[in-house]
């Protein structure tokens, strides 16, 4: 299983688990602004997914030292040739920040706020007129729908291969044209050369790996740097001078 999805805590917030978000104070309403229980948040993602047949494999939850902003990862039982779902979540009842959800199979979330994926299936300001259930349904409609492309992109990135020269060349513009942090490049490059598959998606699981090294900001900013480049870069090449054979899968997401 590929695990492609990251939540980072690092100074000014705390891991906590999701019975930890019942035990939260949530302030009153006003009139123009409705706070959301962190755990009315993920009850309500989790039932929707359910009515689709859809659970929760695994969660974290992470929360700033007052209480009042939560971020999370809710990993779902949807993979694709072993790489596995997920959804970044994100709520504020300081009114610091809307309340966001974004899905992919990569999904990033920093205990800054920021999330990263392939879509943003939800963001939603705090208003009194903010039905939650609604919402959230109508989010995980999006993700569902957009299940089918990331299926295409995934078999698009494992169908492209590259020589060594090629991938060397991405590495370097990689580097130059999206702005990545440089001391990372040689520690990419070394990683290219003790991978087997030389596929744009085994070039992108290098960049993945290496960047992990980062501190979490940085992480963020990278990560979400290299998903662009790399998604540009899989639109633009002619498959059928690359085309790897690819056997049929016999999975299928519902």
Same mark, same amino acid.
């Given at each position: *299983? +590929?695990?492609?999805? !990251?939540?980072?805590?690092?100074?000014? !917030?705390?891991? #906590?688990?999701?019975?930890?978000?019942?035990?939260?104070?949530?302030?009153? /309403?006003?009139?123009?602004?409705?706070?959301?229980?962190?755990?009315?948040? #993920?009850?309500?993602?989790?039932?929707?997914?359910?009515?689709?047949?859809? $659970?929760?494999?695994?969660?974290? @939850?992470? &929360?700033?030292?007052?209480?009042?902003?939560?971020?999370?990862?809710?990993?779902?039982?949807?993979?694709?040739?072993?790489?596995?779902?997920? &959804?970044?979540? %994100?709520? =504020?009842?300081?009114?610091?920040?809307?309340?966001?959800?974004?899905?992919?199979?990569?999904?990033?979330?920093? +205990?800054?706020?920021?999330?990263?994926?392939? @879509?943003?299936?939800?963001?939603?300001?705090?208003?009194?007129?903010? +039905?939650?259930?609604?919402?959230?349904? *109508?989010? &995980?409609? %999006? &993700?569902?729908?957009?299940?089918?492309?990331?299926?295409?992109?995934?078999?698009?990135? %494992?169908?492209? $291969?590259?020589?060594? +020269?090629?991938?060397?060349?991405?590495?370097?513009?990689?580097?130059?044209?999206?702005?990545?942090?440089?001391?990372?490049?040689? !520690?990419?490059?070394?990683?290219?050369?003790?991978?087997?598959?030389? !596929?744009?998606?085994?070039?992108?699981?290098?960049?993945?790996?290496? @960047?992990?090294?980062?501190?979490? #900001?940085?992480?963020?900013? /990278?990560? =979400?740097?290299?998903?662009?480049?790399?998604?540009? #870069?899989? $639109?633009?090449?002619?498959?059928?001078?690359?085309?790897?054979?690819?056997?049929?899968?016999?999975?299928?997401?519902?």
């Amino acid at each position: *299983m +590929d695990r492609t999805s !990251t939540l980072l805590a690092h100074c000014g !917030t705390t891991k #906590v688990d999701r019975e930890f978000l019942l035990k939260l104070d949530t302030p009153p /309403a006003t009139e123009t602004h409705q706070p959301i229980a962190h755990a009315s948040l #993920v009850d309500a993602i989790e039932e929707s997914l359910a009515f689709r047949h859809i $659970r929760l494999e695994r969660s974290e @939850f992470a &929360i700033s030292k007052d209480g009042m902003k939560m971020f999370g990862l809710l990993e779902v039982n949807q993979e694709y040739d072993g790489v596995r779902f997920a &959804i970044g979540l %994100r709520n =504020s009842n300081d009114k610091s920040m809307r309340l966001g959800m974004v899905a992919g199979y990569r999904v990033f979330v920093c +205990d800054n706020m920021a999330l990263s994926g392939d @879509f943003n299936p939800l963001l939603a300001k705090h208003t009194k007129n903010l +039905d939650l259930i609604e919402s959230v349904s *109508m989010g &995980i409609d %999006r &993700i569902q729908r957009g299940w089918q492309p990331m299926r295409e992109e995934i078999d698009r990135k %494992r169908q492209i $291969r590259l020589t060594d +020269d090629e991938a060397r060349l991405l590495i370097y513009k990689a580097f130059a044209v999206s702005g990545l942090p440089v001391s990372m490049f040689g !520690t990419v490059a070394n990683e290219y050369e003790t991978t087997e598959n030389n !596929t744009l998606w085994d070039l992108e699981q290098c960049f993945t790996d290496s @960047f992990k090294r980062l501190k979490p #900001v940085n992480h963020f900013q /990278a990560t =979400s740097k290299l998903g662009k480049f790399i998604g540009k #870069v899989g $639109r633009t090449i002619d498959i059928p001078h690359y085309v790897i054979p690819v056997e049929p899968l016999d999975n299928d997401l519902n």
